[in-house]
């Protein structure tokens, strides 16, 4: 893809999730529809499934040969990364939707024959719009952003996913008294959105393709490191344990979590 057809894609995206995100604050005291999934912290709701068929019927009509990952289920069942492929993370942080009305995201990310083209990622209630890529550059709304945090491990926050925390995988406590201290979000995106504001210099997960794809085109475009925990580079057919990491901590997070 040309960089005037990426300027192009961005600008859609960017519109796409601008009226998703309309549309959610507007409806963001009706009662919801919530549905458990794999567990009782696993929830859904009516909002998470409407936005996902907005975004892909909106994505379907203006790039109709793409293909289409959504988490709720309405895309399309992708198993290779030919050609376009978009990510769609309708509603990232649903708990934090449906319990605080706040700290949700929406995401899309593009990629074309598996390589990253361009991320967005909507923080829905501050309405801010974080969106680049490796041709664009990284932007908060029209502000481009230059670099993550460059503090070391022992001086940085860590973002961390609570599970991991509390069951001391990889050596997470062992991190916690590492680092300056853990923040727990509980939103993918948010996370994110904490790295490419250089408020944090790490995040470690357990990852769907759609949580991971349109944060990682803009950290990485920060050059920041998005890998599996084990160093292997991501798989974006399936999910795994993910690292975030600014480039200068990647490695002492990586020799501690599988020392
Ligand atoms: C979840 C959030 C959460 C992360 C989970 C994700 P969802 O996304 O990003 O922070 O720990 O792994 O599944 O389900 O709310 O879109
Ligand atoms: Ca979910
Ligand atoms: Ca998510
Ligand atoms: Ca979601």
Redesign the pocket.
């Known amino acids: 893809m040309d960089k005037p057809e990426t300027a192009l894609l961005a600008l859609r995206m960017r519109d796409w999730v601008a009226q998703a995100g309309a549309h959610i604050r507007h409806h963001i005291h009706d009662p919801l529809q919530i549905q458990t999934k794999s567990s009782r912290t696993?929830?859904?709701t009516n909002l998470?499934k409407q936005t996902e068929r907005n975004l892909i019927a909106a994505i379907r009509s203006e790039y109709p040969d793409a293909q289409i990952m959504g988490?709720e289920g309405s895309g399309d069942h992708v198993t290779d990364l030919r050609g376009l492929v978009f990510f769609v993370?309708?509603?990232?942080?649903?708990?934090?939707?449906v319990k605080q009305k706040y700290n949700?995201?929406i995401m899309i990310g593009a990629y074309v024959d598996g390589t990253p083209q361009v991320g967005v990622i909507l923080n829905v209630m501050r309405q801010e719009l974080y969106w680049g890529g490796p041709q664009l550059g990284v932007y908060k709304n029209e502000t481009p952003i230059t670099h993550g945090s460059e503090l070391t491990l022992a001086d940085g926050l860590f973002g961390i996913?609570?599970?991991m925390l509390a069951y001391d995988r990889y050596h997470s406590h062992q991190l916690f008294k590492t680092c300056a201290g853990m923040r727990i979000?509980?939103?993918?995106?948010?996370?994110y959105i904490q790295l490419l504001e250089g408020r944090q210099i790490a995040y470690m997960?357990?990852?769907?393709p759609?949580?991971v794809a349109a944060g990682r085109v803009m950290a990485e475009t920060l050059g920041m490191s998005v890998t599996r925990l084990d160093g292997h580079p991501l798989d974006m057919l399936s999910s795994g344990d993910v690292l975030i990491a600014t480039a200068p901590t990647a490695d002492a997070i990586r020799a501690i979590a599988l020392g």
């Open positions: 696993d929830l859904v998470d988490e993370d309708p509603i990232d942080g649903t708990m934090n939707f949700f995201a996913n609570s599970a979000i509980g939103s993918a995106g948010i996370e997960s357990h990852l769907a759609w949580d």
